[in-house]
């Protein structure tokens, strides 16, 4: 499988979703062995007071891109370690930087400009999901919204990328 496709996010996704609350815990077992720098971000804004309910909206999509990544093998799936997250933390606040704006064009090319990198140079259904999760109810009405919505961001960027050099990998071999 060299690209994801919506039937197989929809896929992983709905596996996710279908999860039982013990089993949702042992998912969350999993993860913290999969993907323990994520997950532990992750973990921390219910630590810091987000609900349960959001909270596992943001858990329920990193298990979904990890469902992906181990479809797609061992590099996609591959732990995500610090310098890795903190480089996409850091591509994650530049975007979030530059869009801060008052000038409504300049808002619109830098809009512009993301969505062709993504349809372009990315998984668009990876930002799909990420979009769809930061909808999910009192989400983005949370205090702590921007961390939430800077860390999402960092990590559909990270899967995004690998998903996006396993499959330029798996075209050169065509």
Request: net charge neutral.
């Amino acid at each position: 499988m060299s690209i994801v496709s919506t039937t197989e996010y929809a896929r992983a996704f709905a596996r996710q979703k279908s999860l039982s609350d013990t089993d949702w815990v042992a998912r969350c077992d999993e993860l913290a062995q999969q993907q323990r720098v994520l997950f532990l971000e992750m973990t921390t804004f219910l630590r810091d007071g987000l609900p349960l309910e959001q909270s596992r909206c943001l858990i329920d999509y990193l298990s979904t891109l990890q469902f992906l990544g181990c479809e797609l093998g061992t590099s996609a799936s591959a732990p995500v370690m610090l310098p890795e997250f903190q480089a996409a933390i850091k591509r994650s606040l530049q975007f979030f930087h530059a869009i801060k704006t008052d000038d409504r064009p300049h808002f619109d090319r830098m809009a512009q400009a993301w969505h062709e990198s993504v349809v372009t140079r990315t998984k668009p259904l990876v930002w799909a999901g990420c979009i769809e999760t930061l909808r999910q109810p009192g989400l983005l009405n949370h205090p702590l919204t921007e961390g939430i919505v800077v860390t999402i961001y960092a990590i559909a960027d990270v899967f995004s990328r690998r998903f996006e050099e396993f499959s330029a990998k798996d075209r050169q071999r065509v």
